[in-house]
């Protein structure tokens, strides 16, 4: 391998103009460690947050951004077992995926299965996982009962539909009129949300509530949500992109969770990577059931557009236009 390779780095907080392409050194992986040729790297909305500075578990400027990847392993550090050099793997990085190599530990990978592309495996790390771990952990569905979608056509919006609608749930996707096909598709029931109160909308149809509500906007959305659950129903909120400042971020958590019990629900905050840097082992389960989903045809991951590796500009400038349904993949051949 040559001495150095190619990454897209986050100079500091600001617009796409912040990514920069450089030239890094490689490094032979440390006992424990794998390093990783990627060949595909999902962009998402954690990559906005990372952009404008606000993210809780991004390293210092500068950093090489990049979620999560799938790629094939090159080196093997002393006392790894189980893997071998060209193997397919993926990862949950946070970081350091917008790049030719990666070197993490061992722990951090999961093998990539025959009949899952290195796209469709980048494309799922995150958003399904999430949206798996809502519903099966967190929310723990049955079928029978219903829930609502915001950001229904979006990376995590669009997984949920799907795994909600595998999992014998009834869903209400809140999309913009334009989306709408979308949400269908994926077999929920569309809402437009510029057409009222969501809490409105849903009892329409659903007089009594929902059973489960997966906010992913935040913000003044949190009361609306709340009020289309029933009595005893859950609200599980993630993402959060359309909260700005502390106060207001440290409203909507009180509506969620005070609010939520005071009006007779329950309310819950879900983060992926809180969940991983406490515990790798729920991801190292769950994961897997995605790949195999993936490679039964028993799910579509929807991939909006791919890009070069090196026109991550290009695809993060796309993602903030607040246009993309699904999910959105680098790609480094």
């Not at 979620?67 to 990862?91: C, N, P, T, W």
Request: a positive charge; charged letters at 15%.
């Amino acid at each position: 391998m040559a001495a150095t390779y190619r990454a897209i780095m986050l100079t500091k907080a600001g617009g796409p103009e912040s990514l920069q392409a450089v030239e890094l050194p490689v490094e032979a992986p440390a006992q424990g460690q794998l390093r990783v040729r990627i060949r595909a790297a999902g962009v998402g909305s954690t990559d906005l947050i990372m952009l404008a500075g606000q993210y809780l578990y991004a390293p210092p400027f500068p950093f090489v951004p990049g979620y999560e990847i799938a790629g094939v392993v090159d080196a093997i550090g002393d006392g790894v077992s189980g893997f071998e050099i060209g193997q397919r793997v993926a990862a949950l990085t946070v970081h350091g995926g917008f790049g030719e190599v990666l070197v993490r530990a061992a722990a951090d990978f999961v093998p990539i299965p025959d009949g899952v592309s290195d796209v469709d495996a980048a494309a799922v790390i995150l958003n399904y996982v999430t949206a798996w771990q809502m519903i099966h952990r967190v929310a723990r569905v049955s079928a029978g009962q219903t829930a609502l979608v915001t950001g229904a056509a979006g990376g995590v919006g669009s997984a949920l539909l799907q795994l909600l609608r595998l999992a014998g749930v009834k869903a209400y996707g809140a999309a913009s009129a334009g989306k709408h096909g979308t949400v269908s598709a994926l077999g929920a029931i569309p809402l437009d949300y510029r057409a009222g109160p969501l809490d409105r909308l849903v009892r329409a149809l659903e007089p009594a509530g929902v059973d489960h509500v997966f906010d992913a906007v935040g913000g003044a959305s949190i009361g609306p949500c709340i009020g289309a659950a029933r009595r005893g129903g859950n609200v599980v909120g993630f993402g959060f992109m359309a909260v700005s400042g502390k106060l207001a971020t440290a409203r909507m958590f009180a509506n969620l969770f005070v609010g939520a019990r005071l009006r007779g629900r329950r309310g819950t905050f879900y983060g992926i990577t809180a969940l991983y840097r406490k515990n790798r082992k729920p991801f190292h389960e769950d994961l897997p059931k995605i790949f195999e989903l993936v490679a039964t045809r028993r799910i579509d991951p929807l991939v909006s557009a791919t890009f070069a590796l090196f026109e991550a500009r290009r695809a993060i400038e796309l993602l903030a236009t607040g246009t993309v349904q699904g999910k959105l993949v680098l790609t480094n051949a």
